[in-house]
Nanobody, 119 residues
Framework: QVQLVESGGGLVQPGGSLRLSCAAS????????MGWYRQAPGKERELVAS???????RYADSVKGRFTISRDNAKNTVYLQMNSLKPEDTSVYYC?????????????WGQGTQVTVSS
């Protein structure tokens, strides 16, 4: 059984910062790519940022220069540092990870954490 547990969401004023964490646990052999997605009410889930096992990163245009994704392979954890937050960043943020438990990787999702940017 593999679980992804997110933390770090909350309410922040425009221009503020938050750091999200997502820790994977269970019978993990290895973790390939990890990523953060978000979904606002009435909208489709969208990719925010992703990072490969050798730390190659990719960002949505809307967050470039403001968000930074990183990972700690020893802790099976991915982070999302969010700076200069805007009201339009308000969403539920989900992490995902391609995790190998036997041979082939399978995609797992966290339960989501709410980020609200408001004055």
């Amino acid at each position: 059984q593999v679980q992804l547990v997110e933390s770090g969401g909350g309410l922040v004023q425009p221009g503020g910062s938050l750091r999200l964490s997502c820790a994977a646990s269970g019978s993990i052999v290895s973790i390939n790519a990890m990523g953060w997605y978000r979904q606002a009410p009435g909208k489709e889930r969208e990719l925010v940022a992703s990072i490969t096992s050798d730390s190659v990163t990719r960002y949505a245009d809307s967050v470039k220069g403001r968000f930074t994704i990183s990972r700690d392979n020893a802790k099976n954890t991915v982070y999302l540092q969010m700076n200069s937050l805007k009201p339009e960043d308000t969403s539920v943020y989900y992490c995902n990870a391609a995790i190998v438990i036997i041979i082939s990787p399978r995609l797992y999702w966290g339960q989501g954490t709410q980020v609200t940017v408001s004055s």
